[in-house]
Antibody, heavy 121, light 107 residues
């Protein structure tokens, strides 16, 4: 079964850091780009970051550029999002999503269940 | 950044109705347009990719059309399980961007 399982969310104070992880199974992880997409409760979807199959191409939303870092470990079938200098507006449900192809410009065909990040003092 | 504008933001329709949702890009995106369905409390699901390609397992009552800047998602005969929020997303260039969503409600 193709599956993505996120972890690492929680309550964190503004200005602090958090690292999200996504464990992939059921497909050849290093054949696909991977992404993080977030959703504020009751609101729409916002793409956060994407990474190509080889980690050679990284991309970020303007709202997180310079604060968040995406990475992957193909040997461990895992995707990560290092989030620094967190702000209240980063509060959201963070989804890990699989791209259709190799590059980080694509649709997302598999989504995890999400991990909630709450930034509050 | 490419802005995606969906209309309407919500609509009420009856079972059996034909429903059309529109998505407009702020610049040309060729056919790099995807549609997702999200039911309440659930994870988004891709319906259409590359503007008009039906994702495997998606019912044929869903169809997509358009290219350039204007795109349409059509549900030919609305079913009870289709009541949800629909999002368009451009994959032409990063940052990837979504439309604001269209909530389809029961009339």
């Amino acid at each position: 079964e193709v599956q993505l399982v996120e972890s690492g969310g929680g309550l964190v104070q503004p200005g602090r850091s958090l690292r999200l992880s996504c464990a992939a199974s059921g497909f050849t992880f290093d054949d696909y780009a991977m992404h993080w997409v977030r959703q504020t409760p009751g609101k729409g979807l916002e793409w956060v970051s994407g990474i190509s199959w080889s980690s050679g191409s990284l991309a970020y939303a303007d709202s997180v550029k310079g604060r968040f870092t995406i990475s992957r470990d193909n040997a461990k079938n895992s995707l990560y999002l290092q989030m620094n200098s967190l702000r209240a507006e980063d509060t959201a449900l963070y989804y890990c999503a699989k791209g259709f192809g190799l590059k980080p410009t694509d649709a997302f065909d598999i989504w995890g269940q999400g991990t909630m990040v709450t930034v509050s003092s | 950044d490419i802005q995606m504008t969906q209309s309407p933001s919500s609509l009420s329709a009856s079972v059996g109705d034909r429903v059309t949702i529109t998505c407009r890009a702020s610049q040309t995106i060729s056919s790099y347009l995807n549609w997702y369905q999200q039911k309440a409390g659930k994870v988004p699901k891709v319906l259409i990719y590359a503007a008009s390609s039906l994702q495997s397992g998606v019912p044929s009552r869903f169809s997509g059309s358009g290219s350039g800047t204007d795109f349409t998602l059509t549900i030919s005969s609305l079913q009870p399980e289709d009541f949800a929020t629909y999002y368009c997303q451009q994959s032409y260039s990063t940052p990837l961007t979504f439309g604001g969503g269209t909530k389809v409600e029961i009339k």
